[in-house]
């Protein structure tokens, strides 16, 4: 279930002259016999609400006064989320004949007609109070509250994601409320700028819309509004005409595959780390304790600590968290039962809460090995949000394979390993893009899809290009891996292991040195196959087949390179 929550305002919204319709109250019910939570979020303060409306009862929250109070309905108890306005602000708004003037736990509101009086009146108290539209009402409340506040202390308490939320709305200050949710809606008579910035704008107006919307969710969970809600969608990199290949987060499953080296751990941090900025809550199987140092991400356990299921479901429990589980200290027999353990679980509460958002698999062929005969996995019914990384398609348990919805091959021969997956799958990849993979190239297939497997650059994660950048700049290669100023007659074997002893060694090498491995393409060859940066090696060509540069000027080039890209960095 992607929405697990349908948060609505009150008036004008499910509400028509301020009375809800038996119909729709009757479509709220039957989302909450869904399973899922509702939330009331409303201008109004909630006493008088529950005076003309008792039903809000159903309701597993309320935010009332535009943000400022919390109401749990079951306990009947109240929470406000601001401070209460100080005595002489009413005082004096009554002086100044604000009519009408009515006072909540923390709103005061009137009319909209009475804010220049309002105005004046706060700038003689000097106090910071922010004005808040409502159609033809006007509220008064401290700083930094609105009804997107409100909704996120909501939230918290029913450990809600707001990417598991859909919300439908009237007026101006609804707004703030709808632009945290996964998918926002207006009804059909909303104010047209609010209609504007919605995913989804309902063919009924108030009341009528607020019960299609309700309808839609109990049939199918939103799923036809899926195409609406593109700007959700996470980009895995750039094709060769400057396209952005995206993915949406939510109902995909991702392989990424092919050889050590090929740029599969690069590929997959810049994913998580793209999970992790939009907020979205992810679970790591990390073999290796590979994901340490990703942001927004806590590392259980180590090579001397084996992490339990419930410390993981327990880091889970809350929206805002995300975790790696470190399996170092678990030998490889043990850790398919292991990872069908908390899969369960994570699966479960995904059923209640709509989160994880992303299971990830590394090494995905030691938790579903072909050989396994998993009593769990073999009958779950497919599940979505998963990433499988793995050097060896064809080692994965059958079941894996069919969840596999798009296959990322990198490495020198991605062709290789989408065969390899053919070959699994039973589905026909058709003819494939020649040429090798080159570092920083995907090639991307939908096993059963109509599209035909093409070539893109992908993404690099930014922890991951920061080691790259420390390690080619300062670093040691390898002596294979080096570069060697040997000119052209060989007299010579000075070996720079790293950029910053390839620029000061080709400061003063001779000329001809100089010349010899520049015209030759060495330069250009070291960029591209150990350095691994294929702008780099291009831009080296560019200054190679420029005739009019001297020995010096194509110095000063090449070092202006490097150190834009990598000295400056490190």
């Known amino acids: ?205 108030e009341g009528e819309g607020a019960r299609e919307l309700a309808e839609l969710l109990v049939e199918n969970d939103l799923y036809q509004l899926s195409s609406k809600l593109e700007r959700h969608d996470l980009p895995l990199g750039k094709r060769e005409d400057g396209s952005t290949v995206r993915i949406s987060p939510y109902g995909y499953n991702l392989l990424l595959s092919g050889i050590s080296g090929g740029g599969k751990s690069s590929l997959a941090a810049a994913f998580v780390e793209q999970l992790a900025e939009a907020g979205y809550q992810f679970c790591i199987f990390d073999p290796e304790g590979d994901y340490r140092s990703l942001p927004k991400v806590l590392a259980l356990g180590d090579s001397r600590h084996i992490p339990s299921v419930e410390e993981a479901l327990d880091v889970l429990s809350s929206p805002g968290l995300s975790c790696a589980v470190n399996l170092l200290g678990m030998s490889l027999n043990e850790r398919p039962a292991f990872f069908q353990e908390l899969l369960q679980r994570l699966l479960e509460m995904r059923a209640v809460f709509g989160r994880p958002h992303w299971i990830i698999m590394d090494e995905a062929h030691h938790l579903l090995p072909t050989d396994w005969n998993p009593s769990y996995i073999g009958t779950v019914k497919k599940p979505s949000g998963l990433l499988l990384i793995t050097v060896h398609p064809d080692h994965l348990h059958q079941k894996a394979i069919e969840w596999i919805d798009l296959v990322l091959a990198l490495g020198e021969n991605p062709q290789e390993t989408l065969r390899a997956f053919e070959r699994k799958s039973g589905y026909a990849a058709g003819r494939l893009p020649e040429g090798e993979g080159r570092f920083g190239q995907a090639l991307a297939w939908r096993p059963g899809g109509k599209d035909h497997a093409f070539f893109f650059h992908h993404l690099h994660s930014h922890v991951e290009r920061r080691r790259h950048i420390r390690k080619y700049a300062e670093g040691e290669l390898g002596a294979d891996k080096s570069f060697y100023f040997r000119g052209p007659h060989g007299r010579l074997n000075l070996r720079a292991q790293n950029l910053l002893l390839f620029l000061q060694i080709a400061d003063g090498v001779d000329d001809e040195t100089w010349m010899h491995h520049l015209l030759q393409g060495d330069i250009a060859k070291w960029f591209r196959n150990e350095i691994k940066d294929e702008g780099m090696a291009r831009e080296a060509e560019a200054v190679a087949s420029d005739a009019s540069l001297s020995p010096v000027a194509s110095r000063f080039r090449i070092r202006g390179i490097v150190e834009r890209i990598y000295t400056a960095s490190a």
């Open 1 to 205: 279930m992607r929405f697990v929550c349908l948060a609505t305002d009150y008036d004008s919204t499910i509400a028509v002259h301020g009375s809800v319709a038996p119909s729709t109250l009757a479509a709220l019910e039957a989302v909450k016999r869904s399973g899922r939570r509702l939330v009331l979020v409303t201008g109004r303060e909630v006493d008088d609400l529950l005076k003309v409306f008792p039903q809000a009862r159903i309701f597993d929250r309320v935010v009332g006064e535009n943000g400022a109070v919390l109401y749990h309905p079951g306990k009947e108890e109240y929470r406000n989320l601001a401070k209460e306005p100080p005595p002489e602000l009413e005082q004096e708004l009554r002086k100044a004949k604000v009519r009408p003037l009515s006072r909540g736990r923390v709103i005061l509101a009137t009319s909209g007609n009475q804010e220049l009086k309002v105005l004046k009146v706060l700038h003689l108290l000097g106090l910071e109070y922010q004005l808040i539209f409502n159609k033809g009402a006007l509220m008064l409340l401290p700083p930094g509250t609105n009804k997107a506040t409100g909704l996120r202390k909501a939230l918290k308490e029913l450990r809600l994601s707001a990417h598991n939320m859909v919300g439908i709305g009237d007026a101006e200050n609804d707004y703030s409320f709808l632009s945290m949710c996964e998918c926002a809606v207006a009804v059909a008579d909303a104010l047209p700028m609010l209609k504007k910035e919605a995913d989804y704008t309902t063919l009924g107006g």
